[in-house]
């Protein structure tokens, strides 16, 4: 069969390009068809790339920390070197001629360890490693800044005006220029929190706007504690958590809601519903309906901040926090929620939950959020008070489902019940939704799950 080429697939339609965090495969490893061979990352999400062929891994074209473009070679499999079962044959295999005109004197073992030893020779060519920085460079800034001995220290405190805060060719000219004259206007880091001396040497800690630790204050370290130095995601996660509360004013509203009906409901519909859809049935579609159609009443909620400009989404994608593996969060986006039935809603809150927790997201699964709800109820929490994800104005926290004592009002009297009830947390920022607004919002999310009807599926 040859060589297979494998190349970084397409990722999503606002994806040119990742880094290489991890290689997965060696050298001379075999490789089966559908293994992940190396571990890629864009500026919203890890995923792995997957071999469609099986063979021979004899040459990488990248190493860790290198910027690939969509639908370059990452590396070659040898896929004919592969030896198949023995199959038990009444004569002996005769070598077709073709072979022996390929490679006359050379047996195809030999051909390949010289192919995998001349791969282990190949020299790596120069590149500005990012793989320590919260930022993302584009390949272009990443080739000026190489040209013209730009540090990755200095290119983390170049002021970004592109999108996001990313350094523009445009603004690493600018910088070049005023390094030139002795004006450069560099973003000002704190000082950092005293580093122990340790035998193994010390990696460069990446330049924050806003420091991780608390202001100046020296964090005590004996022998006894452990250091772990927070992976790529958890760096990304600590500086985008910063950025928000430093950017939006956040304010919190509580409410609880009746969800017996949708309790009972459930309870005696899921067998019947994974039997006929083959999807599990699980409280968060239903609580996801109910808040794409209050967004759909309330357009202002919907909304984004570019300056003092406002931006009313159309699309209304609701944004679904969920755990990795590893601990850390992503919020992978269900797109156009008020467009989806009860059963297009579970297929795809199953569908994104899956992946996020076998790291098979793409970038396009994580981008274009206009509203994030985070279900905390699923760790046992009551309520809570979560942080917007920017450029959003609001996300909501689902607390626990639990069995209380409540008073029922009827016609004949009020009595005391057992229901089942659950806080809900609307955080939203104050800079553009009001108190009345964010709880009129909550308000309406609440009483569309306290009226759901068990008889159509619907609000």
Request: with cysteine.
């Amino acid at each position: 069969m040859g060589r297979y080429e494998l190349k970084l697939p397409h990722m999503g339609e606002s994806v040119a390009e990742a880094t290489l965090t991890n290689w997965l495969k060696q050298i001379g490893d075999t490789i089966n068809e559908d293994d992940a061979v190396v571990e890629v990352a864009t500026d919203k999400v890890d995923s792995e790339v997957i071999a469609e062929q099986g063979g021979i891994l004899i040459e990488k074209r990248f190493k860790d920390g290198d910027i690939i473009k969509v639908g370059e070679t990452i590396a070659i499999i040898q896929n004919d070197a592969i030896q198949s079962e023995p199959v038990i044959q009444s004569q002996p295999e005769v070598v077709p001629e073709p072979i022996k005109e390929i490679i006359p004197e050379e047996a195809p073992v030999q051909i390949l360890e010289k192919q995998i030893a001349k791969a282990q020779e190949v020299t790596q060519k120069p590149s500005l490693s990012t793989t320590d920085s919260t930022r993302f460079y584009s390949p272009l800034v990443k080739n000026i800044a190489l040209a013209e001995g730009i540090t990755l220290e200095e290119l983390d405190l170049i002021p970004g005006t592109g999108s996001e805060g990313r350094v523009t060719k445009a603004d690493i000219f600018k910088y070049i220029e005023q390094k030139e004259t002795g004006t450069v206007p560099l973003k000002v880091s704190a000082p950092s929190a005293p580093v122990v001396a340790s035998k193994k040497e010390a990696t460069p800690t990446p330049q924050y706007d806003i420091p991780l630790t608390s202001g100046n204050t020296p964090v005590s370290v004996n022998g006894t504690d452990e250091i772990i130095e927070m992976d790529r995601m958890r760096k990304m996660i600590a500086q985008n958590m910063r950025d928000s509360v430093q950017t939006s004013v956040h304010v919190q509203s509580f409410m609880e809601a009746d969800v017996t009906n949708i309790w009972n409901w459930r309870e005696k519909v899921k067998e019947a519903f994974e039997k006929r859809e083959g999807e599990k049935l699980t409280f968060t579609p239903v609580f996801m309906l109910a808040i794409a159609k209050a967004l759909k009443d309330f357009p202002m909620m919907n909304i984004s901040v570019d300056g003092t400009n406002i931006i009313v989404k159309k699309n209304i994608n609701l944004g679904m926090a969920a755990a990795l593996p590893s601990g850390n969060l992503i919020v992978p986006v269900i797109k156009n929620a008020d467009q989806l039935s009860l059963v297009g809603m579970a297929k795809a809150v199953n569908d994104l939950a899956n992946r996020a927790k076998n790291n098979r997201l793409k970038p396009d699964d994580v981008m274009g959020g206009t509203f994030t709800v985070s279900n905390i109820g699923s760790f046992g929490s009551l309520f809570g008070t979560p942080i917007i994800s920017q450029p959003q104005v609001g996300i909501l926290a689902l607390g626990a489902i639990r069995k209380v004592p409540a008073v029922i009002e009827t016609p004949q009297g009020d009595f005391i019940g057992i229901r089942q009830k659950m806080f809900i947390t609307h955080a939203y920022d104050h800079r553009v939704v009001d108190g009345a607004l964010g709880g009129l919002f909550l308000k309406r999310v609440v009483d569309y799950l306290e009226n759901w009807n068990a008889q159509k599926n619907c609000f």
